[in-house]
């Protein structure tokens, strides 16, 4: 199984870029799946994950300005992010996992990871 990010860009402060994320074999249903980023001499850092029946739960810093979902037909989740700040640049992980875990923050709850895809953010 492998997962597909793609949707990063450069765009000016204020603005919006949406992410996506395909998982590649759609028998597989993934009970968790989420978005983590690292920025430049950062550690990589949860943003936002949602549940297969939609709970969804976000990072401080990006709440009212992030918004995550999921089509389970077709696999895929999505981040919207709105309002974008030059801090949100950064590498953005996406991330899943078949298995429920009470845990949804840390990297070891998630199985399965994507490349990555850039988003820069400008002031």
């Known amino acids: 199984v492998q997962l597909q990010a793609s949707g990063g860009g450069s765009v000016q402060a204020g603005g919006s870029l949406r992410l996506s994320c395909a998982v590649s074999?759609?028998?597989?249903?993934?009970?968790?799946m989420g978005w983590f980023r690292q920025a430049p001499g950062k550690e990589r850092e949860f943003v936002a994950c949602i549940r297969l029946v939609g709970s969804t739960y976000y990072t401080d810093s990006v709440k009212g300005r992030f918004s995550i979902s999921r089509d389970n037909a077709e696999s895929t989740m999505y981040l919207q992010m709105n309002s974008l700040k030059p801090e949100d640049t950064a590498i953005y992980y996406c991330?899943?996992?078949?298995?429920?875990?009470?845990?949804?923050?840390?990297?070891?709850?998630?199985?399965?990871w994507g490349h990555g895809t850039l988003v820069t953010v400008s002031s």
């Open positions: 074999d759609r028998t597989v249903v993934m009970n968790l």
């Open positions: 991330a899943a996992s078949k298995w429920y875990s009470a845990s949804i923050s840390r990297e070891y709850d998630y199985d399965y």
